[in-house]
């Protein structure tokens, strides 16, 4: 039988309520839907309270509010405790939002690695996935990824 953690219960339904899983709390995980299921899965790591967080792919079946909302909880997590985060993202605008440094794989190799603001560039992007894009700040001074077109001649025939 796992300890009884003081207060566990409030964790837990805090966590529910900021992932909008309140009016699920009773259901079968089978009766649930697969964001549903993503987010509870967010919801019991987040009530562990770990030191180090591990995600993969964390957003995969969540659609925008609940990426935001799911990130955003985890960033604000890992403020308050001074927990570590890996989190492996193909969204680059959700990584430049929610994290403080990147690598960049491909083919199984580092291509590039550093501080997500000024250290993620418009060429890093074209070497990692054949696509001309823009680092653009938005009015919110946030950095975002605008893509243009790919740059192999397979790809650029066929949008023409």
């Not at 993969?56 to 659609?63: G, I, K, N, W």
């Not at 890992?78 to 994290?99: I, P, Q, S, W, Y």
């Amino acid at each position: 039988m796992p300890p009884v953690v003081p207060g566990l219960g409030q964790i837990v339904q805090a966590g529910f309520e900021r992932l909008g899983l309140t009016d699920q709390f009773f259901k079968p995980v089978g009766a649930l839907s697969g964001g549903q299921r993503q987010r509870l899965g967010f919801s019991q790591v987040l009530a562990r309270e770990p030191s180090l967080y591990l995600l993969d792919e964390p957003t995969s079946a969540l659609d925008l509010r609940w990426e935001i909302e799911a990130l955003g909880l985890v960033r604000e997590r890992t403020e308050k405790t001074g927990a570590l985060c890996l989190v492996a993202l193909h969204d680059l605008n959700l990584a430049m939002r929610f994290c403080d440094s990147f690598m960049l794989l491909r083919d199984g190799a580092l291509l590039a690695a550093g501080s997500i603001r000024g250290g993620l560039a418009a060429e890093t992007i074209r070497a990692a996935y054949g696509i001309e894009a823009r680092i653009e700040t938005c009015s919110l001074g946030r950095p975002m990824i605008l893509t243009d077109y790919a740059t192999d001649k397979e790809t650029i025939s066929r949008r023409d």
